[in-house]
Each structure stands twice: as structure tokens, then as C-alpha cells.
């Protein structure tokens, strides 16, 4: 598996990741805190990462990969 071939749960995950970071910066409360760092957890923990040879590498791909700003839209 290459560096920029994700599997659609770990780009899911990082659309999570920055939904709950947006939510978390709105309203610092425990619930929110905590539910960021739920999602930095299994982001980090998951399997995919494994497979890579330069995880700094594919992690800034896969972050530029699920921005909500240049995400592409399904086609139609």
C-alpha cells in the first residue's frame, strides 16, 4: 500500500479528528476534550500505519487529504 492509497477509515478518522479539534477550540469543556483525545487515539493506533515507511511523511499527506477545504466532493 503506498503513502497516499488510505483506506477510507482513516481518512474518516481524520475528518473526525478535525471536527473534534474544531468543537474542542469552540467549547473547551471535559466532554469535548475528551472526545478529541478518543480520536487522536485510534487515529494514532490505527493498522495503517504499519504499512509505512515514513509515517511523518504520510501523515502530512493524509491530513492535506481529508482538510474539509480540499476535500473532493463525490462525483455524481
Not at 488510505?6 to 466532554?31: H, I
Not at 487515539?41 to 480540499?70: C, F, G, I
Request: charged share 30%; hydrophobic share 35%; no cysteine.
Amino acid at each position: 500500500m503506498s503513502d497516499t492509497d488510505f483506506p477510507a477509515d482513516l481518512l474518516e478518522l481524520q475528518r473526525r479528528w478535525y471536527t473534534a479539534e474544531a468543537d474542542r477550540a469552540a467549547d473547551p469543556n471535559e466532554e469535548k476534550r475528551s472526545a478529541f483525545t478518543a480520536v487522536g487515539t485510534e487515529l494514532y493506533a490505527h493498522p495503517y500505519w504499519a504499512s509505512v515507511k515514513n509515517r511523518h511523511q504520510a501523515d502530512m499527506k493524509l491530513k492535506q487529504a481529508a482538510r474539509p477545504d480540499t476535500a473532493q466532493e463525490p462525483a455524481a
